[in-house]
């Protein structure tokens, strides 16, 4: 069955504009959470969803929010984008087995 | 949080030898995976091991849940092991935290 998709795969963005990334979990996968990934502070958890619910929130500004839709995709944005939030953006899938599968990441640049 | 700790940070090795990375975790958790990431970023699955021991080839992992921590073994390494191997821990709510990696540079 197919992977996890993220798209875009890469972006660049000018500061203060926002920016929306989409992740498209595994066919029946129902938990989506989504990672920021900086040479500086490693793998840190932004949020997951569950049946369209946030269930869990990382330590992050406002200006990081998502959304799950009915059909399990999720979205994330970020808004007035600063330098700072250059990184990789994971999402990652779970089902019923709780293991997690991870996207191939949308790498973000502001400039 | 949950600190979660992987040694050693940097590992260089010839090819054919084996090796040993650790992840050690301070609190209880629900679930326990091993990543290998690649050049592209995407963390590939190796292991999901909250507590036993599992293999896979050229690889295994064990996990002693009562005592935190979790090592993975690479046995008879390639060049195309090399990269960096993350753990990653579950308290709940597919909320993970991983650790800071190990650097894996397999020479020929």
């Known amino acids: 069955k197919a992977g996890v998709t993220q798209t875009p795969r890469y972006l660049i963005k000018t500061r203060g504009q926002q920016v929306t990334l989409s992740c498209s979990p595994i066919s029946g996968h129902r938990s989506v959470s989504w990672y920021q990934q900086t040479p500086g502070q490693g793998l840190q958890f932004l949020f997951e969803?569950?049946?369209?619910?946030?269930?869990n929130k990382g330590n992050f500004p406002g200006r990081f929010s998502g959304r799950q839709f009915s059909n399990s995709r999720s979205e994330m944005n970020v808004s007035t984008l600063e330098l700072g939030d250059s990184a990789l953006y994971l999402c990652?899938?779970?089902?019923?087995?709780?293991?997690?599968?991870f996207g191939q990441g949308t790498r973000l640049t502001v400039v | 949080g949950i600190q979660v700790e992987q040694s050693p940070p940097d590992l260089i090795l010839q090819e054919g030898a084996n090796s040993t990375l650790r992840c050690n975790f301070s609190d209880s958790v629900n679930n326990l995976q091993w990543f290998h990431q690649n050049p592209w970023g995407q963390l590939i699955n190796l292991f999901y091991i909250p507590s036993g021991t599992k293999q896979n080839g050229r690889l295994s992992a064990t996990t002693v849940a009562t005592e935190r921590y979790s090592l993975l073994y690479i046995s008879s390494s390639q060049t195309t092991d090399s990269g960096v191997y993350f753990c990653?821990?579950?308290?709940?709510?597919?909320?993970?935290?991983f650790g800071t990696g190990t650097s894996l540079t397999v020479i020929p």
């Open positions: 990653a821990v579950e308290l709940t709510g597919n909320q993970f935290y």
């Open positions: 969803y569950f049946s369209e619910t946030q269930r």
């Open positions: 990652a899938s779970s089902g019923a087995e709780a293991e997690a599968f």
